[in-house]
């Protein structure tokens, strides 16, 4: 059960909890003022009675409100999901031309497959132990190919491989424009 419906359900029971207490306080207190009960027995039952009805109304509003703000998170998230989807669906060719970019540049360093896979799955920003773990092998493992991939690239390590992608894809325009001179 999700915690939405798991909360919802302990607002019924609440307010079905409140509202019955309410029920058989205003019974008894009819009940005692029928009787001739004393007139700070009634008013005790009577404040306990309000506090009934305190309670019912509090919940009541806390629902109301905690249901409000699940609908904006709903309509945020789903708005942040929308935007996502445009970025993928207008960026796809982009991404799909670094892709086969980087497969090309993996080709010409001569790497491995497991080499190339590690090396995608460090430009995705995964730890050694991560990795390990997605190619169900140790961690020595994969220290050892990354290092293998580093030493056929030329590069110092994890970030010199990350700047040899994208240096370029964060410049500035200016910078990519020849200058007027």
């Not at 309410?22 to 009960?37: K, N, P």
């Not at 999901?81 to 970019?101: C, I, M, N, V, Y």
């Not at 080709?107 to 080499?115: D, F, G």
Request: overall charge neutral; aromatic content about 10%.
């Amino acid at each position: 059960m999700t915690d939405v419906a798991s909360d919802r359900r302990y607002v019924f029971a609440g307010l079905g909890l409140f509202s019955t207490i309410l029920l058989f306080i205003a019974w008894d207190l009819v009940e005692d003022y029928r009787s001739g009960t004393a007139l700070p027995h009634l008013l005790f039952e009577f404040a306990i009675l309000l506090m009934a009805a305190a309670g019912i109304v509090i919940l009541w509003s806390r629902f109301i409100s905690a249901r409000e703000a699940a609908r904006f998170l709903e309509r945020d998230l789903e708005a942040a999901r929308r935007e996502a989807r445009r970025w993928r669906d207008e960026s796809r060719d982009l991404l799909d031309g670094l892709g086969t970019a980087i497969d090309r540049q993996f080709i010409r360093w001569e790497l491995t497959p497991a080499e190339a896979e590690i090396g995608l799955l460090i430009l995705k920003g995964l730890t050694h132990k991560e990795i390990a773990q997605i190619r169900k092998t140790s961690e020595r493992t994969v220290r050892q190919q990354a290092r293998s991939l580093y030493l056929k690239a030329g590069l110092a390590g994890r970030a010199e491989l990350s700047a040899f992608f994208l240096e370029d894809l964060l410049l500035p325009r200016s910078a990519l424009e020849p200058s007027r001179d």
